[in-house]
């Protein structure tokens, strides 16, 4: 039976994706009211800039006092779009403490204090929602919270920064170098004027952080993620990874340890052999995969960003908090309960790429490969090519078996001591096999 009483619903910033969620709610308000048993109203909606034209939105429902809205006591769930870490952490919290639930969008805060959010919704007995801080549009959140809720997640992989993924996409198939590849993707609006959250792997960390914690049931911060950006992939790169059936995407890797006892998250670029489905997503698209011990290898795929995208999980878990209100319930809470320890990226076990530039003389390939059998680092191939101009160097590529981070890294160290070698060109990850 439909309640004739609206929710309320205060939204906090009215910019691309605020001024989505507001379009959607209006234009499927007969909708969203049937699905959820009761009409959602807007009731206010908190913006820097009042004096902008905000098409479809009733100009009285514009404040810029956001703190005097969510405190009014009559809102019943408040969608936070505006980012960054305050004033959004202490909005939410007051939310909560003013008989709201919350729908958020805000990785950099989930992933920076989430536990402070998560511990105030658990007070209040309110909802934390957030299916829009990782990935856009692509259901992630909810799967793992609830869907798997009752397997046992061991890895999560996946491309969850569109921008850089771009930027790779084109340096792979069009044979763009890094900087033009960039400037194509602010052009098209997917790289920001300052895009280093991006192309630093920042964007990418923050989401690793969220998805580790919640696949893990374990605290992860974004302090705890290993973060390495694209912007020293160069064309040599792509080119290397090419011959190796390969290409270069930056990925976000979550995982269990071996033992059992601790996890890890890093992000980084790692080559991926073509024949994986990672290697297939194109242009600004996110996906992950994620590994679970009963459910084997599932996949998520989609748009990872946009006004509309994003507006669509707002939307997703504005219903499901909205029903939760009626059922006077609430949904799942924080899991944290494994307490599982992050562990240091020298711990991670993969396999390397490394290109070298070496003299091109005899001992030189037996004096390498003593280097990696002393750090205890097993070569799988090694591809050496001398160079056409005769300046007795040669580009030596050594791809590794699985080994420690920390044992490559030990390594690369000794490798850069050597007098045959000129130089380490480029290490990078080999991942997906
Ligand atoms: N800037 C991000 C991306 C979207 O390029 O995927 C927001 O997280």
């Known amino acids: 039976m439909m309640r004739t009483r609206p929710l309320k619903v205060a939204l906090l910033g009215c910019g691309v994706v605020g001024s989505e969620v507001a379009r959607i709610m209006t234009t499927h308000a007969e909708d969203l009211a049937a699905r959820i048993g009761a009409p959602v109203e807007l009731a206010g909606v908190a913006v820097r800039r009042p004096s902008k ?15 005097a809205l969510v405190k009014r006591g009559d809102i019943d769930v408040v969608v936070e779009v ?17 008989g709201a639930s919350v729908v958020s969008a805000n990785k950099a805060l989930l992933a920076e204090d989430g536990t402070t959010l998560y511990e105030a919704a658990e007070r209040h007995g309110r909802d934390l929602y957030f299916e829009a801080a990782v990935a856009g549009a692509i259901p992630l959140v909810r799967p793992l919270r609830e869907s798997l809720a009752g397997d046992k997640v061991n890895r999560v992989l996946g491309i969850v920064n569109g921008t850089t993924n771009f930027i790779l996409d084109r340096m792979d198939t069009a044979g763009s170098g890094y900087s033009e590849a960039l400037d194509e993707a602010t052009a098209l609006g997917y790289a920001e004027a300052d895009p280093t959250a991006d192309v630093e792997g920042f964007d990418a960390a923050a989401k690793a952080a969220i998805l580790a914690g919640i696949a893990f049931h374990t605290r992860v911060r974004l302090d705890d993620v290993h973060r390495e950006g694209i912007t020293e992939v160069t064309s040599a790169d792509l080119a290397s990874a090419q011959k190796m059936g390969c290409t270069v995407k930056l990925l976000a890797i979550c995982e269990r340890a071996a033992d059992g006892l601790s996890v890890t998250a890093r992000v980084h670029p790692a080559m991926i052999p073509l024949s994986h489905p990672l290697a297939s997503v194109r242009e600004a698209y996110n996906a992950v995969f994620v590994e679970a011990e009963a459910a084997g290898r599932l996949m998520f795929y989609g748009p990872g960003a946009g006004g509309a995208p994003t507006a669509s999980a707002v939307l997703g878990d504005l219903v499901a908090v909205c029903r939760n209100k009626l059922a006077d319930a609430t949904g799942p809470g924080e899991s944290a309960y494994t307490q599982l320890p992050v562990g240091a990226m020298g711990e991670v076990v993969t396999r390397y ?11 030189v390939l037996a004096q390498v490969a003593t280097v990696f059998a002393e750090h205890g680092v097993s070569i799988d191939t090694v591809r ?50």
């Open 82 to 98: 505006i980012g960054g870490i305050e004033p959004a952490r202490t909005l939410i919290t007051t939310a909560f403490e003013h």
């Open 53 to 67: 034209v905000r098409a479809g939105i009733d100009p009285a429902l514009i404040t810029t006092d956001a703190m």
């Open 353 to 363: 790429h490394i290109s070298l530039d070496v003299a091109d003389k005899p001992g």
């Open 384 to 433: 050496q090519k001398g160079r056409q101009d005769g300046d007795g160097e040669a580009a030596l590529v050594v791809v590794t078996h699985r080994a420690p981070d920390a044992a490559l890294s030990g390594t690369v160290e000794a490798l850069r001591k050597l007098d045959t070698v000129r130089g380490v060109a480029s290490i990078m990850r080999v991942e997906g096999e």
